[in-house]
T-cell receptor, first 110, second 114 residues
Framework: EAQVTQNPRYLITVTGKKLTVTCSQNMNHEYMSWYRQDPGLGLRQIYYSMNVEVTDKGDVPEGYKVSRKEKRNFPLILESPSPNQTSLYFC?????????FGSGTRLTVV | DQQVKQNSPSLSVQEGRISILNCDYTNSMFDYFLWYKKYPAEGPTFLISISSIKDKNEDGRFTVFLNKSAKHLSLHIVPSQPGDSAVYFCAASAVSGNTGKLIFGQGTTLQVKP
């Protein structure tokens, strides 16, 4: 089944403790991206990648890092999480015409 | 600066009637537009798209209209069904959709009443 898989689905962490949210796609898509969803703000793009080793900032990249060492994987790294990064995160992949999204990761930073 | 705006946070319609969801954009470089549907506890799913070379695209009960001069697009759902109740996001990209940068609006929550 073609899908985008992100883990974990739920995560509660403390301020400053580094964490990684993993994302993997099995569709051989060139593009991958991370979004966060917040009430009243919709989906905001954090980072995206056009292919292996090629990444670019979205609209809200501060406090996040990404890497694309393999085509199928695109992890999101929070080096020092803060409470304002509490949000619902979505990973997505695309062949060029619109993204396919994962099921989301609800992150709470206390 | 919100480049893609959905000014109606919510919409309620009766089953069988038409639902019209609206979206405005500010960036004239956008040339590919999409609508996504999102249920609670799930990721957004692609619904329908339109290229800027067209002004209408239809897929079953869903039709998207694009008015480039007004920088406005709308999604029509006819007839509306209770299963259509969800959050709808419009999204836009530049460079013929062949880019990773896709900008979303704030979303409109549609409720279809039986």
């Amino acid at each position: 089944e073609a899908q985008v898989t992100q883990n974990p689905r739920y995560l509660i962490t403390v301020t400053g403790k580094k964490l990684t949210v993993t994302c993997s796609q099995n569709m051989n898509h060139e593009y991958m991206s991370w979004y966060r969803q917040d009430p009243g703000l919709g989906l905001r793009q954090i980072y995206y990648s056009m292919n292996v080793e090629v990444t670019d900032k979205g609209d809200v990249p501060e406090g996040y890092k990404v890497s694309r060492k393999e085509k199928r994987n695109f992890p999101l790294i929070l080096e020092s999480p803060s409470p304002n990064q509490t949000s619902l995160y979505f990973c997505a992949s695309s062949s060029g015409n619109g993204y396919t999204f994962g099921s989301g990761t609800r992150l709470t930073v206390v | 600066d919100q480049q893609v705006k959905q000014n109606s946070p919510s919409l309620s319609v009766q089953e069988g009637r038409i639902s019209i969801l609206n979206c405005d954009y500010t960036n004239s470089m956008f040339d590919y537009f999409l609508w996504y549907k999102k249920y609670p506890a799930e990721g957004p799913t692609f619904l329908i798209s339109i290229s800027s070379i067209k002004d209408k695209n239809e897929d079953g009960r869903f039709t998207v209209f694009l008015n480039k001069s007004a920088k406005h697009l709308s999604l029509h759902i006819v007839p509306s069904q209770p299963g259509d109740s969800a959050v709808y996001f419009c999204a836009a990209s530049a460079v013929s959709g062949n880019t990773g940068k896709l900008i979303f609006g704030q979303g409109t929550t549609l409720q279809v009443k039986p």
